[in-house]
């Protein structure tokens, strides 16, 4: 036996030992700081805006304070959703299952995991929540994830089928499309919550239109993978898509299916084939009329670009809901493509304005600026929130108030707790913020980073 491999072997159990000691420790320090968590706020504002209490968890869960999950922000180092999320697991297993609670702290049951279970449980009655914590914490060990998560999923139907059934008709409202996990190379992840039967027909016309792609002779060594990527970015202009499937319906016309005629209806008169009986092509019937690229919708884009980058000698660009990428990716990414170029905001020589509300390019200067949320740890596109003077605006001083290092976009719920004075914001300079908690701690937000001052 390699004993040198053997030591590495336990020091790596005893490092895994003491991760879990120290999320269960966590997990119990959040809980107290949850529920005991109050703050003063400025005397003059008590009877303006009373602070309330919001739902912690489930049936048989205290509540909280409304502002907790923004301190939490800062101490954990997550977005205002992540902390609300993180607030609603502790809860619910410590008030819920007790069993669960007991096991994660005797470092018998993984903290990840027996988090995820208690929200799995989180719709079920106190007493039901229990039970099923109990069964499945019992029968779940030694399964892998999913297995153990499919195992949860079964008792919970089966301890309220008729709330179930609810829950599965009730889906229909969080159908979504979602951008994120912004990848190098202006590559970008989607995500989509569909019904499933819509999902099942997007996948089917995905690989169908991938199928056409790999005739091309251009697309030889891309993968299957890749060529269907591809395919649902084409789904974007819905006419090209069509003009795709409709050509590779008439075997011949395969020589013009990639030329400079590709969008050409099938038929100049008819716009159907004649061998079909219904004068229609099934899920792909339709004549395209107008070259797709007509009907292209226009997508504005942000770039931010350094001089390297201008003087095309290389350099990194910034793209808005994309991330960053090298100036060589950014070309090839446009190529192809109409470009119309809008003038460049100077945020150096920007004056600041005399009138409370920020003008349409004010507005566009501090999103600029500020690409998200101007808040410790937020993730929360800029665009869409409020622009908040982070100094109170007085109506008789003459010095100009509004201006790109006076303003801050900032949600809601942020907004209430600088109005009440819980948190306080301070520019240092334009995209510089120093924002301080109610129990004290201290944040520097920038459009690139948040820094913990102590």
Wanted: hydrophobic share 45%; with cysteine.
């Amino acid at each position: 036996m390699d004993m040198a491999l053997r030591s590495a072997a336990e020091r790596l159990k005893a490092a895994v030992v003491a991760q879990r000691r120290g999320a269960a420790d966590e997990l119990e320090a959040l809980v107290e700081l949850v529920v005991d968590y109050d703050i003063v706020i400025d005397e003059d504002l008590i009877e303006e805006l009373v602070m309330s209490t919001v739902p912690g968890g489930g049936e048989g869960t205290p509540e909280v304070h409304e502002l907790v999950h923004l301190e939490l922000c800062g101490l954990l180092g997550v977005t205002a959703w992540q902390a609300r999320v993180r607030i609603f697991e502790a809860l619910n297993l410590f008030y819920r299952h007790r069993v669960l609670w007991a096991a994660v702290q005797d470092l018998q049951l993984d903290v990840r995991r027996g988090c995820v279970a208690a929200m799995k449980c989180a719709g079920l009655s106190r007493a039901d929540a229990d039970l099923v914590g109990r069964q499945w914490f019992h029968e779940q060990a030694g399964l892998g994830w999913r297995a153990a998560m499919g195992l949860l999923d079964r008792l919970v139907i089966e301890a309220d089928p008729v709330r179930a059934a609810k829950k599965d008709a009730e889906a229909a409202a969080c159908r979504e499309v979602v951008l994120w996990g912004h990848r190098e190379n202006g590559c970008i992840d989607v995500t989509a919550r569909m019904d499933a039967l819509d999902a099942l027909h997007l996948d089917a016309t995905v690989d169908q239109i991938a199928d056409i792609l790999m005739s091309d002779p251009l697309n030889k060594g891309w993968s299957k993978r890749v060529l269907r990527a591809k395919a649902l970015g084409i789904m974007a202009t819905p006419a090209l898509a069509l003009a795709l499937q409709q050509q590779a319906h008439r075997p011949e016309m395969q020589s013009e299916l990639f030329g400079d005629d590709a969008w050409t209806p099938l038929d100049a008169e008819s716009g159907r084939l004649d061998r079909d009986p219904h004068h229609c092509l099934g899920h792909v019937c339709g004549r395209v009329s107008v070259p797709p690229a007509k009907l292209q919708p226009r997508a504005r884009v942000y770039l931010h670009i350094d001089d390297a980058a201008l003087s095309g000698v290389g350099g990194a660009v910034l793209v808005e809901k994309v991330g960053w990428m090298s100036s060589l990716s950014l070309k090839a990414l446009l190529g192809g493509n109409k470009v119309s170029i809008q003038p460049v905001i100077d945020l150096n020589t920007l004056p600041a304005e005399h009138q409370y509300r920020p003008s349409g390019r004010m507005r566009e200067a501090v999103q600029l600026l500020h690409p998200v949320e101007a808040f410790p740890y937020s993730s929360t596109p800029s665009r869409g929130l409020d622009l908040d003077h982070t100094e109170p605006f007085r109506a008789s001083c003459r010095d100009a108030q509004t201006g790109i290092g006076l303003l801050a976009p900032l949600g809601r719920k942020v907004h209430r707790a600088r109005t009440v004075a819980a948190w306080h914001a301070q520019h240092r300079v334009a995209g510089e913020i120093v924002w301080t908690s109610p129990l004290g701690f201290r944040y520097l937000v920038t459009p690139e980073r948040t820094t913990a001052l102590e």
